[in-house]
């Protein structure tokens, strides 16, 4: 039988990995400190070691010429999870029998991918289309889910969302989960019942009064409801008092989608945890260093792209005008929402940027406006103003994202790659 060594001071990712393995009959031992890993590295030398690193790199390397010093022991291959690394770390890696680095946040297919190449041992996977990321809003985590229940993904999500509310030291988590996208029936009842649960027992610190869901799925919604489990749990299909009673006054950018999904983008600073629930398939790979394999991360996606700004202070048109050229964008600036309009149905844009308050026609009357078009361009309002009823206005009127004055350009521009990147591959 193979045999894997896991060492991670974090139990519910060890756990999880392990259940996995086990359940393909693979014989795991895990261990939470260096020390106690480096004995149970000699006695039962595994077929792989799979290691964690949050100590300092030294420290790794201690460890690492340790087990090459040990005849036994030197040729087992090794597994690292970790932060991205400089050029002359990895180049100090290459002696130690590393087979693959892969970067924080953890793509979890691409690691049981390796570790299924390794042990020679078919490693099943659900690679159901899915959407189900969070990331963390003030005090609150948002559960984006959509298109399709993946069991892997709802696998992983209590080890995200107690991950987030460490990193983040968030005392008393509120849990946003919205849906939107999805067909659902009745033989889903069980994954979203593992959904829920997954939710609901993933830390301590969770409270079933303080987990909210935002959907118009009419099943999702009944199902809830007449389970005795989320009594306590509050559904909701209104958005706009959504707003009001979740998303904190200090937030400082609004996306909308659908009609259907509010998603809260995590402010600056924020932490993303050290594991994602994307996979490698959706938005990145992985490449080779001198023998040493990293993942990669091509969330910088650049597009070929048509955008206009629409802003009458011409500080902010010529910092975005030089940060979207700088993309290879062919890019028009317009002073007010007249002249724009008067051009936009030959132009065929395909991102807008959109001030509120200008001379003559508002930010609200060209989103107005835009809507009597066939294919109306992704808009992004990027103002001062920040009143709720100011949101959900703009974003009932079709704007995609808001953003509130300042913010970085190069963010804007990113912004606007991502929604057409969304857009172009009906995300």
């Known amino acids: 039988m193979s045999q894997v060594l896991i060492i991670d001071e974090i139990a519910l990712f060890r756990d999880y990995v392990k259940d996995k393995l086990v359940s393909e009959k693979v014989d795991v031992e895990t261990s939470s400190a260096l020390n106690d890993g480096f004995k149970k590295l000699f006695s039962g030398l ?8 949050t100590f300092p790199f030294e420290v790794l390397m201690e460890f690492l010429e340790r087990k090459n010093n040990n005849a036994n022991a030197k040729s087992i291959p090794i597994i690292l999870i970790g932060p991205v690394l400089e ?5 100090a890696l290459r002696p130690y029998r590393i087979v693959k680095y892969i970067n924080k946040p953890i793509k979890i297919d691409l690691f049981f991918d390796t570790i299924s190449k390794i042990l020679k041992v078919a490693i099943p996977f659900d690679y159901t289309d899915c959407v189900l990321e969070a990331h963390v809003s003030g005090e609150a985590i948002f559960i984006e889910l959509s298109k399709g229940l993946n069991r892997e993904k709802i696998a992983l999500l209590p080890y995200k969302i107690t991950d987030l509310i460490t990193e983040n030291k968030i005392q008393s988590p509120k849990i946003v989960l919205m849906v939107s996208n999805i067909d659902l029936c009745f033989v889903d009842g069980c994954n979203i019942e593992l959904l829920m649960n997954s939710i609901l027992h993933s830390d301590s610190r969770v409270r079933d009064k303080r987990v909210k869901v935002l959907t118009m799925n009419k099943f999702i919604t009944e199902f809830i409801a007449g389970h005795t489990e989320y009594t306590n749990v509050q559904v909701t299909n209104e958005i706009g008092q959504f707003i009001y009673d979740v998303v904190p006054k200090t937030d400082s950018y609004f996306e909308f989608q659908d009609l259907t999904t509010l998603l809260i983008t995590p402010s600056e600073g924020a932490s993303n945890g050290s594991i994602t629930m994307k996979f490698k398939s959706e938005d990145g790979g992985e490449k080779v260093v001198d023998g040493v394999v990293t993942s990669t991360d091509t969330s910088a996606v650049e597009l070929a792209m048509k955008a206009a700004i629409i802003d009458d202070d011409t500080i902010t048109q010529q910092v975005l005008l030089k940060q979207f050229t700088e993309v290879n964008c062919k890019t028009d600036i317009y002073l007010n929402g007249a002249d724009f309009l008067s051009e936009v149905e030959d132009k065929n844009y395909d991102v807008v940027v959109l001030d509120i308050v200008m001379p003559g026609l508002s930010g609200f009357d060209v989103l107005s406006a835009l809507q009597s078009l066939e294919k109306p361009p992704l808009v992004i309002v990027y ?27 190069e963010l804007i521009v990113q ?11 009906g995300l």
Do not use: C, H
């Open 46 to 53: 595994p077929n792989i070691l799979i290691m964690d690193i």
């Open 87 to 91: 050029q002359s770390q990895l180049d």
């Open 383 to 409: 103002s001062s103003i920040s009143q709720k009823e100011q949101v959900v206005k703009a974003l009932s009127l079709g704007a995609k994202m808001y953003l509130i004055k300042p913010q970085k350009p």
């Open 415 to 425: 912004t606007a790659q991502k929604l057409l990147f969304q857009a172009r591959n």
